[in-house]
């Protein structure tokens, strides 16, 4: 190769860098926006059933009942949530 040649590849390597450099975003933490239930306790009485679960992070509690029928299986679901004090 040429010594022209050796400088030009090298301010093109440099060149190529450079705008990599400057196109690519900049690297950030990603905050965990999905909530981490912990699962409490349950219990069960005739065709209802509870659930309930608690985020220590956001000191917050939440609770889901079901209610299963004999002839159509699931029925519904329904949850209530609360801050803790």
Avoid: D
Avoid at 11 to 21: E, G, K, W
Avoid at 36 to 51: E, F, H, L, N, R
């Amino acid at each position: 190769m040429s010594k022209p040649s050796v400088r030009l590849s090298a301010i093109a390597l440099l060149a190529a860098l450079v705008l990599a450099v400057v196109l690519s975003p900049l690297a950030r933490s990603q905050i965990q926006a999905t909530p981490s239930y912990v699962p409490v306790g349950v219990s069960s009485s005739g065709s209802t059933s509870t659930a309930w679960f608690h985020e220590p992070s956001a000191r917050q509690a939440l609770a889901c009942q079901t209610v299963v029928t004999p002839n159509t299986g699931l029925s519904s679901i329904q949850c209530v949530a609360t801050k803790l004090p």
